[in-house]
């Protein structure tokens, strides 16, 4: 493989496990990026192999359509967009109250 070919590779390095020497690999000639979380077939994957981003993602997108579908509901101002109907109800998104 030529040098052209392999730069045009997305790959990164993941050093996964606590005695997991850190090394540094290079894909012709040029050196891999290293990641923390990574996303494969859908999965994110954290370097220690939990699952905490996964499960954090998919709770904040339910709770945001969540909270979308009850606003919609008990507003009664369905002609308005999500953010509109917030402010006229004096609320924030479920986000915005997280931080």
């Known amino acids: 493989m030529d040098d052209k070919s392999c730069a045009n590779f997305k790959c990164k390095v993941m050093h996964a496990g ?7 690999y290079t894909m012709g000639g040029q050196q891999l ?7 494969d077939t859908g999965v994110k994957v954290q370097k220690n192999l939990k699952p905490c981003a996964q499960c954090a993602d998919a709770a ?3 709770q945001e359509r969540v909270q979308q579908r009850a606003v919609r ?3 009664g101002l369905t002609s308005r967009e ?3 109907r ?4 004096g609320l924030q ?3 915005e109250r997280r931080h």
Do not use: F
Request: aromatic share 6%; glycine share 4%.
């Open 82 to 84: 999500y953010e509109d």
């Open 18 to 24: 606590r005695r997991n020497p850190g090394y540094q």
């Open 93 to 95: 998104t479920l986000e």
């Open 73 to 75: 509901m008990v507003s």
């Open 33 to 39: 990026a290293e990641t923390e979380v990574e996303k």
């Open 86 to 89: 917030l402010k006229e109800l």
């Open 60 to 62: 904040r997108m339910a």
